[in-house]
């Protein structure tokens, strides 16, 4: 399981240390900060993935009802 923390214990050190030399006050918005910039990249391959899945037929089908390209 060592392997799998690390990059995530690294990233939460790195982003402390950063908030600190930005003179940040150490809170809930810095908490809020560091999961979204830990979660985005996540989220943007997940989406991806699933949009790459998507059969094309169904944007055609979709534009044959009036949805906008």
């Known amino acids: ?3 799998l923390v690390i990059p995530e214990v690294m ?3 790195a982003l402390m240390l950063l908030f600190v030399m930005l ?13 979204i910039a ?3 990249p ?4 997940m989406i ?3 949009l ?3 059969d094309p037929a169904l944007g055609e089908a979709a534009a ?6």
């Open 64 to 69: 044959d009802l009036g949805a906008d390209s």
């Open 11 to 13: 990233m939460g050190v």
């Open 52 to 54: 790459r899945k998507l």
């Open 23 to 35: 003179k940040m006050p150490l809170g809930l918005t810095t908490v809020i900060l560091g999961h």
């Open 42 to 45: 996540l989220v943007t391959i």
């Open 1 to 3: 399981m060592l392997p």
């Open 48 to 50: 991806r993935t699933r």
């Open 38 to 40: 830990f979660n985005i």
